[in-house]
């Protein structure tokens, strides 16, 4: 099995900062994309950024240039680094990971328990 646990969420105010890290533990060979998501009430999931085995990064247009994303891949653990917050942040946050568990199968998404990030006055 595997299992991707979050911490780092919490209330914090407008232009804040929070770092969120997930990491990922279980029977695990590889992995591959990990990434960031997150839902607000009453809205759907949403990508907030993504970064595979080698580095490349990806984000959406609502967080690039104040959110970070980066990987250790000797501790499978995934961070979000989070600048300038604002309200409309406020989100329950999901980390996924695409895992592979042993050399000859697919991978396979994962996703963690969610972390609350408040962005409030």
């Known amino acids: 099995q595997v299992q991707l646990v979050e911490s780092g969420g919490g209330l914090v105010q407008p232009g804040g900062s929070l770092r969120l890290s997930c990491a990922a533990s279980?029977?695990?060979?590889?992995?591959?994309?990990m990434g960031w998501y997150r839902q607000a009430p009453g809205k759907q999931r949403e990508l907030v950024a993504t970064?595979?085995?080698?580095?490349?990064?990806n984000y959406a247009d609502y967080v690039r240039g104040r959110f970070s994303i980066s990987r250790d891949n000797a501790k499978n653990t995934v961070y979000l680094q989070m600048n300038s917050l604002k309200p409309e942040d406020t989100a329950v946050y999901y980390c996924?990971?695409?895992?592979?568990?042993?050399?000859?199968?697919?991978?396979?998404?994962?996703w963690g328990q969610g972390t609350q990030v408040t962005v409030s006055s």
């Open positions: 970064i595979n085995s080698k580095g490349y990064t």
């Open positions: 996924n990971a695409a895992v592979k568990k042993t050399f000859n199968t697919q991978y396979y998404g994962y």
């Open positions: 279980g029977t695990i060979f590889s992995i591959n994309l």
